[in-house]
């Protein structure tokens, strides 16, 4: 996974832990799935329109 182990990881939530505190974790990851979401929404329908576009271009 991108060259992280375990002990990396626990480490980083150990640092967002002190940062941010455990109440503010559910609202962090609560937005993080949104954005990611979107972006998944948002590149599922460029994917969907691309072939169209291409159509519109070879008609002009």
């Given at each position: ?8 990881l ?19 990851g ?9 972006f998944?929404?948002a590149s ?8 169209e ?8």
């Amino acid at each position: 996974m991108f060259g992280i182990g375990m002990p990396e990881l626990i480490i980083i939530l150990v640092i967002i832990l002190i940062i941010f505190g455990v109440g503010k974790l559910p609202e962090i990851g609560g937005g993080m799935g949104k954005a990611i979401r979107n972006f998944k929404d948002a590149s599922n329908k460029a994917e969907s329109d691309a072939p169209e576009e291409i159509e519109e271009d070879k008609k002009a």
